[in-house]
């Protein structure tokens, strides 16, 4: 029998979603492997109980709570999909101020109808069993890690840095053109997609899982960055409640 | 001495003669903006003066990413890849480049021959050229000046005026067969050995060092520093470490198993079954990669497995250098000596 997927959306773009649409030339094949079951932005089908759920977005108001914890009641896989879902993505920049004050500036004088969390990624509030990372996430890691899950096997996900991936494809660096880059402490995964087209690493498949951050503190700050713009780079996509989390 | 002159004018010409016999691979800035090797479609785009490719010519050899085989999984059936010589001419190489194919040829040969890389290697064609020492380079120290010519086929010793060019063997004798704007020459070249970066100690005494360097507070120091990238390992030109994975296809018929450029500071190189790390510490992944270069090959072969181009210092976005490292480890080898000759002369004493 088939696997039964899902996929659902909290607090994102609900781009990574679309990524997904978007396999023209491999949806067939994937379909012929895998059962959607439900997936608000595809179908209208709903399901009771899933054997992969991949989830987008981060969690930030009560009810994405409740809902995220329901749905890992009834999954038996659960996958976050995208930087939101797996470091609490842009969002969680919303953390870095007070929560009524972040409230007051969106909803204004409504405010009080909207009830909010910090922005956080699903790992803090339930077990996630594997990532897909990037803003957005590429179509490949996506396959590989569907492939990987039919196969029964668990997904290869690289846990090296960006600066990897240029170097094996030998792209000059861009901090010898001025530019400030993420890459050297940011997962790879992406064929080091910015930096190959001249453009610098903003670190939005996260940080590599065991980063020395003071190093790359100090190399920021040695191309011209204060401490604190140094350390907004590097939360950028990585909330600094990501360890630890509310687990 | 005695060879050809080849003048600046004459440059273009003597690139397009190579490239009407052979396939011809030289350093090129505009494909991607940092200076690598490629294949030459238009002899203007050749750039001869540089200090160092990103990568050097074992990309060739030892492809970042190759499929070893693919295989289908309905049939259970498999083929290997056909492995075809890159049978070129390799124009424009510094020596440290060529010397680092020569220990790789040594590593790949011995005990267990590496098939893809001997066959690749077969074939190959080196024209080297002489080049200006940056702060980085510091290949003397590690037994290779400028001028050495050792593997190459033909060699281009540069001067105020063009080039001198050394015929080294009947293969390089060859691929000037037809080509007229040369003339003879008879005397001395310019040599050019000024280096501005140098290790302390040759591989003699280093031997004694690393022997000594194991605890050696300076790799917990560097470690503070690293961002554990990797950069250093893949722009080496004697690192040939490597992951084999296998990649099915979605459609779960076929698939290939592939292997691509690793390297030994990066936390999941030894990451084995079980999913234990046995250099889970930045400072002992530091402390592994030098002593690849200067005890652990250095102590069978009895030369520095490192050929000083600078590459690990010069691309490492934390700054960290590998002369200094080495030289640290030398004086901190001295000054223990002078102490321990002290605490000798006390006990006697």
Known sequence: MKPKVAVFDFTG????????????????????????????????DKADEYDIAFIEGSISTPECVDRIHDIRNRSKILIALGACAVCGGMNAMKNQKPLEVAR???????????????????????????????????????????TALLMGKN?????????????????????????????????AGCDAQCPSFGQYCIGCRGLVSHPNKEAMIEILTNHGLSVDEADKKMSLFNTENREGGLK | MKGMFLSKESVVPFIE?????????????????????????DANDVVLNYARALLSVKKYFLPQRETLLKYKLDDNSFEKQEIEQVNAIFLGVHNYDLQAVLKLDYNFKNNNPEKNYLKRREGAVFVGIS?????????????????????????????????????????????????????????????????NASLYAPQSKLKEVFANSYDNPIWKEMAEKCVGCGTCNL???????????????????????????????????TEVAGGEIFRDELAGRMRHRIYRKFKYISDITGEPWCVGCGRCTIFCPAGISIVDIV????????????????QMTSVLD
């Not at chain 1, 094949?29 to 895998?34: G, K, L, Y």
């Not at chain 1, 010898?176 to 997962?187: K, L």
């Not at chain 2, 030289?327 to 000054?335: A, G, I, P, T």
Request: net charge negative; aromatic share 10%.
């Open chain 1, 13 to 44: 773009c609900e781009g990574c979603e679309l990524n997904k649409l978007n396999f023209e030339n491999e949806l067939l094949d994937i379909i012929a492997h895998i059962d959607f079951v439900e997936w608000r932005e595809a179908m209208d």
């Open chain 1, 104 to 146: 007051e500036e969106v909803y204004g004088k409504d405010k009080d109808l909207f009830p909010t969390l910090p922005a956080l990624p699903l790992s803090a509030y339930v077990k996630v069993d594997f990532e897909i990372r990037g803003c957005p996430m590429t179509q490949q890691e996506f396959l590989r890690v569907v």
């Open chain 1, 155 to 187: 997904p290869i996900i690289p846990d090296y840095a960006v600066c990897v991936e240029c170097k094996l494809k030998e792209n000059e660096c861009v901090y010898g053109n001025g530019m400030i880059c993420m890459g050297p402490i940011t997962r």
């Open chain 2, 17 to 41: 003669h190579l490239a009407s016999q052979q396939k011809v691979f030289a350093p090129n800035k505009k494909v991607h903006g940092s200076i690598t090797f490629e294949e030459v479609n």
């Open chain 2, 131 to 195: 080049y200006e020492p940056d702060n980085f380079h510091f290949s003397q120290s590690v037994g290779i000046d400028p001028h050495n010519t050792n593997g190459f086929d033909l060699f281009l010793h540069k001067t105020e005026e063009g080039f001198v060019l050394e015929v080294l063997t009947k293969s390089g004798e060859k691929l000037l067969d037809g080509f007229g704007e040369i003339s003879e020459f008879q005397g001395e070249y310019p040599r050019n050995e000024n280096f």
């Open chain 2, 235 to 269: 722009t080496c030109p004697t690192c040939f470490c490597f992951n084999v994975e296998d990649n099915v296809g979605i459609t779960l018929k076929d698939g290939s198993r592939d292997r691509h450029l690793d390297g030994c500071m990066l936390r999941g190189f």
């Open chain 2, 327 to 342: 030289n640290r480890l030398v004086s901190d080898y001295d000054k223990q000596q002078v102490l321990n000759e002290g």
